[in-house]
């Protein structure tokens, strides 16, 4: 059953591992880009495994930013691992020690915690170690592709792929923002925020990191406000 469990999450990781190397090697660029060494980009990635913490942590170290905002910046963009690691420690095995909890919790992503949501019954963690085998490895490598990449390729042809990192995070917001009003009323109020932070007098002079975390929170709280879910209308493994 481990062996089957493991092959099945092998399978179900290689779609998420080929779309780990294709942004994470946005990140290495812009790694590369940012003075970091590559061996500081690459263990950067297999450490967090976060795409948005990362590329957000890219700006506080270049601005120079303090350890407090690092640190408060990762809390509110990856509080949502929380949440997932909540509903997953659920949907595994109730036999499953807590050693395997652990190893899987490190591997909680956004991707790898929807296929493990998605299949019927309790989850192995051998399906989660088999998904993290494939997936943790395309985002490293990936990094380190980038960031060798960054360090050798003219800065012409750097500028012009740095554009996927937008791109990356369009395709993150517009479909899920197509479908939802929250979602949509939440992107706008952080484009007005951060565009207020860019260009307002004395405001302007905040730093990015906080920043990113008064537009998150606002945005946020006021979505939550205007459009609050009802409890009864939440599922256990909704993200």
Not at 83 to 109: C, D, I, N, W
Not at 128 to 145: F, R
Request: aromatic share 10%; with cysteine; hydrophobic share 55%.
């Amino acid at each position: 059953m481990k062996r089957k469990a493991f092959l099945y999450g092998l399978r179900a990781g290689i779609p998420i591992g080929l779309g780990y190397f294709a942004v994470s090697f946005a990140f290495g660029m812009e790694a590369a880009r940012a003075g970091l060494e590559v061996w500081h980009a690459v263990m950067i990635s297999l450490l967090n495994v976060t795409s948005a913490g990362q590329f957000a942590a890219l700006d506080i170290m270049a601005a120079g930013g303090s350890l407090v905002e690092m640190a408060a910046t990762q809390l509110i963009i990856n509080l949502r691992y929380s949440l997932m690691s909540f509903s997953l420690s659920q949907k595994l095995e109730k036999k499953a020690p807590h050693l395997h909890r652990f190893l899987v919790a490190y591997g909680v992503t956004d991707e790898i915690f929807g296929v493990s949501a998605a299949q019927e019954g309790e989850v192995s963690p051998y399906f989660n170690y088999g998904a993290m085998c494939v997936a943790i490895p395309g985002w490293t490598i990936g990094t380190l592709v980038g960031a060798v990449c960054g360090q050798i390729l003219p800065d012409g042809i750097m500028s012009a792929l740095g554009i996927a990192v937008y791109g990356m995070f369009l395709a993150i917001i517009i479909p899920p923002a197509k479908k939802s009003r929250p979602v949509l009323f939440a992107v706008l109020v952080g484009m007005v925020i951060s565009c207020l932070f860019a260009y307002v007098p004395v405001i302007n002079q905040i730093s990015s990191g906080f920043a990113i975390i008064i537009a998150t929170v606002v945005a946020a709280g006021l979505a939550a406000v205007l459009f609050p879910i009802k409890e009864e209308g939440v599922s256990a493994h909704a993200e």
